[in-house]
């Protein structure tokens, strides 16, 4: 990953390089993060996150969404609920499982979600065989 794509992925993130060494192979936690995800999405096979401008999933088809913003805030001190929802919309990336339906996105529970995906991806497959579980 060159440091253009790694200052990106860091900054989506929110996170910021603690200052490490990468000719001498020693990479901070932020940087080991996103060349964690480099790894993912060069793999063969790998899925992308898909713009929701560009291509919208199937209708009721569950899949992985990726918004800013959340529907829970907790206003600080003078602060009215208003000026809080819009001090967090920039600060809070949710990933979560939804599906888009005839009148809108909902989450896996099938609540109405009030903030718009802006990325999508399919699920993956599940696993072949069934892990067991030591009792």
């Known amino acids: 990953m060159d440091w253009i794509q790694r200052g990106a992925v860091l900054d989506a993130l929110q996170c910021r390089c603690e200052g490490c ?28 996150w898909i713009p929701c401008a560009e291509q919208l999933p199937e209708p009721e088809m569950l899949v992985l969404i990726c918004y800013k913003g959340t529907d829970i ?16 919309q920039n600060d809070v990336v949710r990933v979560s499982v939804g ?8 989450g896996a529970d099938f609540c109405p979600l009030v903030i718009a ?9 599940p ?7 030591p009792l």
């Open 117 to 125: 995906p802006t990325y999508w991806m399919p699920l993956p497959e």
């Open 127 to 133: 696993p072949e065989q069934a892990a067991e579980i």
């Open 21 to 48: 060494d990468s000719r001498n192979g020693a990479l901070c936690s932020s940087c080991e993060t996103a060349d964690a995800i480099d790894t993912v999405e060069d793999a063969p096979g790998a899925f992308r």
């Open 99 to 106: 599906f888009i339906g005839s009148d809108g996105w909902y």
């Open 73 to 88: 805030v907790m206003p600080r001190p003078g602060e009215t609920v208003g000026d809080s929802f819009r001090r967090v």
